[in-house]
């Protein structure tokens, strides 16, 4: 498993444990002093990176998913998770 | 309409979390909105829904110390709370707030910014839920939605002690707890800080129920917690202080 803290510029101190195969996610827990409407779509969106192959598309597919799912999020966006997941990036 | 209006005093965070949980259910019940201040006492640290506690608290210094520590309904970061806060909670339904989410923050921390005004002092709101007194955190918030009800709470802080605060809170690196201590201690300040003799709590419940009835055109009617109500607490209290709630993330 690898752990990363990440802060967008402008954004909130995400917690991120992962674990990654190739462009597949095996392991994922988000954690941080973000906000999300409704807080019960957590599990869906980790259970979402789970699921999706890590490539080009991910970012457009995980954008889709918050908008058909109505959830909202403040303090980061699905490139921020995209880029967690696919560089070395730590900040 | 009426704006019904409750001062619990200074509790725990178990106690003061379940309240505005158990009234949360009382608005979505009744459509009354609720303007609620309190306060922490003993001392305790809350996280954000989205945080570890393993992450963010050194808990097991915190027990110690006897401050409880308590995962909230809404996100954001962790908090120490000690008696130099003043606590507000709204709890109103979503009809009354503007829908959007970034917009509503701003909408409800309007009365907060008129309160200080009338103080002297000049603050401004700082999306996406803080409110800034020359460049310095004053007061941070936080809110959530649940069947057709917003419930809005938030913090202005009076005085701070930035090193009481860190002495509990973990930090992302070790190594750089000193600095990130400092950078806190130029970035927040207390209202105390800026007035030349220090606010009672009880004027703050005046001056604030005033600003807020005022900027949603509903009139103050004082609000009591009956026994269903007490007894709700009681129940939802269970959850404040249990591990599953608390560890969950």
Redesign the interface.
Known sequence: MTFK?FKPTGG??L?IEYKTNNKSVSEF???????????SC?ESIEDFVLNTILDSEFTNKMNQFLLENQI?I??FTAENIYEILTTNQCS | MQLKLINTGFNSASFNFACDEAILDYVQKTGQPVLRFYGFNPTACTI?????MN?EIDHKKASMASVECVRR??????VMHDQNQFTYSLIIPESFVPKN??ESYEFICQPILNALSKLGLNANFAP??DILLNAQKISGN?????GGVVLQHGTLLLDVDVDLMFSLLLV??EKMRDKLVASVKKRVTGINNHLQSQIKFEDLVSLLSTEFADHLDLNLESFDLDVELMLEIKNLQKKYLSDEWNFK?
Do not use: C
């Open positions: 803290n909130k101190l917690r827990k988000l954690r941080g002093d973000f906000f999300m409407h409704p807080e957590l909202q403040f303090g | 954000g829904y989205f945080q570890g992450l309904l809404t996100g954001g970061g962790a989410i970034q996406l839920n936080a809110q959530t939605r649940k992302p690196d993330y």
